[in-house]
Each structure stands twice: as C-alpha cells, then as structure tokens.
C-alpha cells in the first residue's frame, strides 16, 4: 500500500517521500481499540505548522524539531508525555506557535 510505505519514510531524513514536508495534519478523534498508549513523533517533519490531534486517543507527542509549528491542538487526550522527558521546555524550539490548546486534557 503506498500510503504506508510513504508514512515509514516520514523517520528517513534523506528521503523527499513520506510526511517530513507535510505543512498540516489533522488526526483528530483517531482512536485505536484496546490501545492503552498512542505515540506520535513528527520530530522529522520539519515544515509541519498544524497540528490537530483533538479527541484522539495519542498519549505520547514528540514535537517537531524545526519550529515552524504555529497551531497545536492536544485537546481532549489523554496526553501523558509531551516531548522528551529530559527537557526542561519541550515548546523551547517551538518560536512559532501561536496557538496551542489543551482544553480538557487528562
């Protein structure tokens, strides 16, 4: 399927497949049965500047690391981890968001 095969290639910094110039993505209300943890990484999608993961069932985020991210939508998850543990800030490269709403997290 080459939609799969495109989205393997989003964590290939060197390839110019896959979701690393994706500028928007909406998943939200995804949710996925019987999963207990959700993870999404998008650290290598560096034109990425929406962000709508509202209702979804993702527990863990890893921003992307370029910050050209302008609107972020986390509400209503059960967002558990944002980023990486050891940062003090995981917006610290984030110089571009505008808009970032939690409303409702767990």
């Known amino acids: 399927d080459p939609l799969f095969n495109d ?40 034109k990425l500047e929406e962000l709508n993961l509202s209702g979804s069932s993702y527990t863990n985020f890893t921003l992307p690391v370029s910050g050209s991210l302008r609107y972020l939508n986390l509400s209503n998850t059960a967002l558990l981890k944002l980023g990486d543990l050891d940062a003090e800030n995981p917006f610290e490269n984030q110089s571009s968001l505008e808009v970032l709403d939690i409303t409702g997290c767990s």
């Open 7 to 46: 989205w393997s290639q989003s964590a290939n910094p060197s390839s110019n497949l896959g979701l690393k110039n994706i500028k928007n993505l909406n998943l939200s209300n995804l949710k996925i049965t019987g999963a207990t943890s959700l993870s999404l990484d998008v650290s290598n999608c560096t």
